[in-house]
């Protein structure tokens, strides 16, 4: 069994369009990080949260830490081409300080 | 800063050849991972290393996968032999506090 289940696993929508995709677990975790890995590049961080109900926003991107530390959202507002790629989420493990699970991840295509 | 390098970018090689993927990490940074990426089973941790010591392989696939990280700056991971079952991006990330930075991965084509 996946500790982390990103939904939905591929997406694809018109360029203008709001998107929101979801990363959900049965574990509390003390942060979660969010990647997104472009075509033919390896992941990139965009952000990490730790607090429970924490939103940050990266601007057009905003990210949302649920209240039980177990589930995260990141809503994309008026996607654009240049967000195309995979969402990955990814927490860290107790017992190591730098190593990270990573999600499934969601794959994201706005057509222009 | 050239960020984490990785060589070869591309490796083609028939089954029962030794693939040998290098990766040099970002200057500082004290811990190192090796990634496997396939379409199937996501992005897989293999090893991790910090301070160039092994600390976590229970993600090696089997003994036909080793890696070393003789120092800070290098780290090589081994496959001997190779099969086509091998086929995937692997990639090298380094970090100093959490955050894990990629390189731009090596594609390997086992036939």
């Known amino acids: 069994t996946q500790l982390l289940e990103q939904s939905p696993q591929f997406l694809s929508i018109q360029e203008g369009e709001n998107l929101t995709v979801y990363c959900n677990s049965s574990s509390v975790f003390s942060s979660l990080q969010w990647y997104r890995q472009e075509p033919g590049e390896g992941p990139v961080l965009l952000v990490t949260v730790v607090t429970g109900g924490e939103v940050k926003k990266l601007k057009r991107l905003t990210f949302q830490f649920g209240d039980a530390r177990k589930d995260s959202s990141l809503h994309i507002t008026a996607a654009q081409p240049g967000d195309t790629g995979l969402y990955l989420c990814a927490v860290g493990v107790k017992t190591s300080y730098d190593k990270v699970i990573f999600g499934p991840g969601t794959s994201l295509s706005v057509i222009p | ?111």
Not at chain 2, 7 to 27: A, N
Not at chain 2, 68 to 87: C, V
Not at chain 2, 88 to 93: G, K, L, M, R, T
Not at chain 2, 99 to 106: C, K, L, R, S
Request: glycine share 6%.
């Open chain 2, 1 to 111: 800063d050239a960020g984490v390098i990785q060589s070869p970018r591309h490796e083609v090689t028939e089954m029962g050849q030794e693939v040998t993927l290098r990766c040099k990490p970002i200057s500082g940074h004290n811990s190192l991972f090796w990634y496997r990426q396939t379409m199937m089973r996501g992005l897989e941790l293999l090893i991790y290393f910090n301070n160039n010591v092994p600390i976590d392989d229970s993600g090696m696939p089997e003994d036909r996968f080793s890696a070393k990280m003789p120092n800070a700056s290098f780290s090589t991971l081994k496959i001997q032999p190779s099969e086509p079952r091998d086929s995937a991006v692997y990639f090298c990330a380094s970090s100093l506090v959490r955050e894990q930075f990629f390189g731009p991965g090596t594609r390997l084509t086992v036939l």
